[in-house]
């Protein structure tokens, strides 16, 4: 499934909270990523016709819960990005940030805390 990043951003709030309201979605995102209550709306609309969100009715108003896994997503988008970027492969990936200087010492002393882990369960 395919989601912009403006609905990346719906759906992040939605997967912390579990569930909201349009006008909760809205308070809570509209100010600080300068949308209108019907641009809020809209994204609400599109994910749940691609199937990202389930919609009851509570009252006069709607409840948004995420039908679309948080963890599903990531490894969707994560793996679509390093197949398209660095052929499929991870190592090249992180040759790139290190050699631009993106990686801190806690990014690599939890790539050395990952990669024991990993050597260790073979």
């Given amino acids: 499934m395919r989601i912009s990043e403006a609905e990346s951003r719906v759906m992040r709030y939605l997967w912390d909270c579990g569930s909201a309201t349009a006008s909760e979605v809205v308070d809570a995102l509209a100010e600080a990523n300068d949308w209108t209550e019907a641009t809020v709306k809209t994204l609400l609309n599109r994910l749940k016709n691609k199937g990202a969100l389930a919609v009851r009715a509570d009252g ?33 990936l992180v040759s790139h940030f290190s050699s631009h200087g993106r990686l801190s ?4 002393a ?10 260790d369960g073979r």
């Fill in 60 to 92: 006069r108003r709607y409840v948004y819960t995420p039908k679309l896994v948080r963890e599903d997503w990531l490894l969707d988008e994560s793996t679509d990005l390093v197949d398209r970027l660095f052929d499929g492969r991870l190592a090249p």
């Fill in 105 to 108: 010492d806690s990014d690599l």
């Fill in 110 to 119: 939890e790539l050395r805390a990952l990669i024991e882990r990993l050597d």
